[in-house]
């Protein structure tokens, strides 16, 4: 059953693409995130689902409620980044699900087990933050990773005391910190092997996603409701006869 479900699932996502071929390039970004995000939450529901059908009904809304669009907005800030992170090692690119992503290495973020912001990062942050506040739609994750060298009792809050420094530093440029999450990870997602000088160099980083939500997605403002009021009684007087 859970085979059916999963081959089910990638064939749709297959269908779903290949009918976006006449679309704008904008309108397939955001058609396609919303079939793979879809898509690949009902595979990952019946793959880890305790009842596959239920699994996969739950991880397909999962997902399509999960997905971002890449907006002229999003765009715009990923050609800004580009221009603003040339020449330093940063990596800006574009995810699967319309995420933008920034990989920044530490030798231009932070030095060996400190967790304060280099001066080489503070520009780049610093246009970061101008594209956020342009964008108020736009929710942030910023993720901080280490290397293999020390144990998890240091790597572990490294890690996270690096990506909250990032958050810090947003939300001193005038980017609300309710739109920021963080997550430190450690050494557990290196990218390079752990061997060698240059890769260690590699798994020591700090990752920044960038996702916009749709505005049909925006929780709605809570408004207050008029509390009712029970009505006072009033006894009506009768003359005794």
């Given at each position: 059953?859970?085979?059916?479900?999963?081959?089910?699932?990638?064939?749709?996502?297959?269908?779903?693409?290949?009918?976006?071929?006449?679309?704008?390039?904008?309108?397939?970004?955001?058609?396609?995130?919303?079939?793979?995000?879809?898509?690949?939450?009902?595979?990952?529901?019946?793959?880890?689902?305790?009842?596959?059908?239920?699994?996969?009904?739950?991880?397909?809304?999962?997902?399509?409620?999960?997905?971002?669009?890449?907006?002229?907005?999003?765009?715009?800030?990923?050609?800004?980044?580009?221009?603003?992170?040339?020449?330093?090692?940063v990596n800006v690119s574009q995810t699967a699900d319309n995420q933008?992503?920034?990989?920044?290495?530490?030798?231009?973020?932070?030095?060996?087990?400190?967790?304060?912001?280099?001066?080489?990062?503070?520009?780049?942050?610093?246009?970061?933050?101008?594209?956020?506040?342009?964008?108020?739609?736009?929710?942030?994750?910023?993720?901080?990773?280490?290397?293999?060298?020390?144990?998890?009792?240091?790597?572990?809050?490294?890690?996270?005391?690096?990506?909250?420094?990032?958050?810090?530093?947003?939300?001193?440029?005038?980017?609300?910190?309710?739109?920021i999450a963080t997550e430190g990870r450690g050494s557990h997602q290196?990218?390079?092997?752990?061997?060698?000088?240059?890769?260690?160099?590699?798994?020591?980083?700090?990752?920044?996603?960038?996702?916009?939500?749709?505005?049909?997605?925006?929780?709605?403002?809570?408004?207050?409701?008029?509390?009712?009021?029970?009505?006072?009684?009033?006894?009506?007087?009768?003359?005794?006869?």
């Open positions: 059953m859970r085979k059916h479900i999963v081959l089910a699932a990638a064939t749709a996502a297959a269908l779903f693409i290949s009918g976006c071929a006449n679309m704008s390039d904008t309108q397939r970004r955001t058609a396609t995130g919303a079939g793979v995000g879809a898509a690949a939450g009902a595979v990952l529901g019946a793959v880890t689902g305790g009842r596959a059908g239920t699994g996969a009904v739950i991880g397909a809304g999962v997902g399509a409620l999960g997905t971002y669009i890449w907006s002229q907005n999003m765009e715009k800030q990923k050609r800004e980044m580009e221009q603003a992170t040339q020449g330093t090692g933008l992503k920034l990989d920044i290495p530490s030798d231009i973020s932070f030095d060996t087990n400190r967790s304060d912001i280099k001066g080489n990062f503070a520009p780049i942050l610093d246009r970061f933050a101008e594209g956020l506040r342009n964008n108020p739609n736009a929710e942030v994750r910023i993720i901080g990773h280490t290397d293999s060298t020390g144990s998890d009792a240091i790597n572990n809050p490294l890690s996270l005391d690096r990506a909250n420094s990032t958050r810090n530093y947003l939300t001193m440029r005038g980017v609300s910190g309710a739109r290196p990218v390079a092997s752990n061997d060698s000088a240059s890769g260690r160099a590699m798994n020591r980083r700090v990752e920044i996603f960038v996702g916009e939500i749709p505005q049909q997605q925006q929780q709605p403002q809570y408004q207050q409701q008029p509390q009712y009021q029970q009505p006072q009684y009033q006894p009506q007087y009768q003359q005794p006869r």
